[in-house]
């Protein structure tokens, strides 16, 4: 597969989507939790997801389940204000989706007036009724199945999902049941390859795998996993491209060694008095400051 020719598509669409699934062309999605990281990613990537785990990322939390509608609401401005060509989606944060269905489409409804193109939500055929809520008012929906973080406690933990025989059929029962319900797109997270490949062949829709496989019909990784700034040990399905948090700490090691030094600021990073002020700002004497104010 190759990745979708960012030369001839001006702006990604769903539909550009799924010329890519039916095309065999490879979808690339990342996260962006604010502009900069946005402007970064946006002429690579296919897809920018504004994800919840900005929570465990960003936030300082061991998990997504603390992050609010307010928190996802922040960063996906931030996001959306740099006009991305990539396809916009936002995450479905814990309980934004679970109470009712009049509470779901206000909550997605507000991200779209926020500049998404899309949302994502986790959940199987329990999430059906929600998910054509929001269809049926024209709020495109991504699905997400298998390891699902807001499901960690429930999980028992971050583990791999559908490795016996029931929970692998109920996968697929449930990929099917969101195709059904209107979802453009699956993420398929922590399931063995060959299920996330049966997956991909018997949907008619494009899935995205994180931690399942090289079959599906794109791939996606954190952002700050990707290039090294996350630290720490990193799930096995992560590929560091570079090692950010390395360079970052050099850069700025390097500049509070001149800062330390004095060779920061120089004289061409500095500004300067015109040269008629320098003689009477040398002689000046903290009593006349205020009388010659003025002259500045």
């Known amino acids: 597969m190759s990745h979708i020719s960012h030369l001839s598509v001006e702006r990604v669409t769903i539909p550009v989507l799924q010329r890519c699934k039916e095309e065999r062309r490879a979808i690339v999605m990342t996260t962006a939790y604010d ?19 900005v929570g465990n990322v960003c936030l300082g939390f061991d998990d997504t389940l603390p992050v ?11 996001v959306a204000r740099t006009k991305p060509r990539a396809l916009l989606v936002a995450d479905m944060p814990f309980l934004s989706f679970h109470l009712s269905p009049d509470e779901t489409i ?15 939500l986790e959940g199987g055929v329990k999430r059906a009724q929600m998910i054509r809520a ?16 807001q499901s960690v406690n429930a999980m028992g933990g971050f583990k791999v999902q559908g490795r016996n025989a029931d929970d692998a059929l109920r996968l697929l029962d449930d990929a099917h049941y969101l195709q059904e319900a209107g979802c453009f797109a699956l993420v398929l997270e922590g399931i063995p390859a060959e299920l996330a490949a049966r997956a991909t062949e018997s949907l008619t829709i494009p899935t995205i795998g994180i931690g399942a496989g090289p079959n599906c019909s794109g791939q996606v990784l954190v952002f700050h996993d990707v290039l090294g700034l996350a630290g720490g040990h990193h799930p096995k399905f992560v590929r560091v491209y570079v090692e950010g948090c390395h360079l970052l700490q050099d850069g700025l090691s390097r500049w509070a060694a001149d800062v330390r030094s004095g060779a ?11 040269d008629s002020l320098r003689d009477p700002i040398a002689n000046w004497t903290p009593s006349e400051v205020s009388a010659k104010s003025n002259i500045l």
């Open 134 to 149: 929001l269809v049926n008012c024209e709020i495109p929906v991504m699905g997400h199945l298998g390891l699902t973080p």
């Open 68 to 78: 609010s509608m307010a928190m996802m609401n922040h960063h996906l401005e931030a």
């Open 264 to 274: 920061f600021p120089a004289p061409n990073e500095s500004y300067r008095l015109p």
């Open 106 to 120: 206000r909550n997605a409804g507000g991200f779209l007036q926020r500049g998404a193109d899309a949302v994502k």
């Open 35 to 53: 502009a900069v990281t946005a402007r970064i990613a946006d002429p690579v990537v296919d897809v920018i997801l504004v994800g919840d785990s």
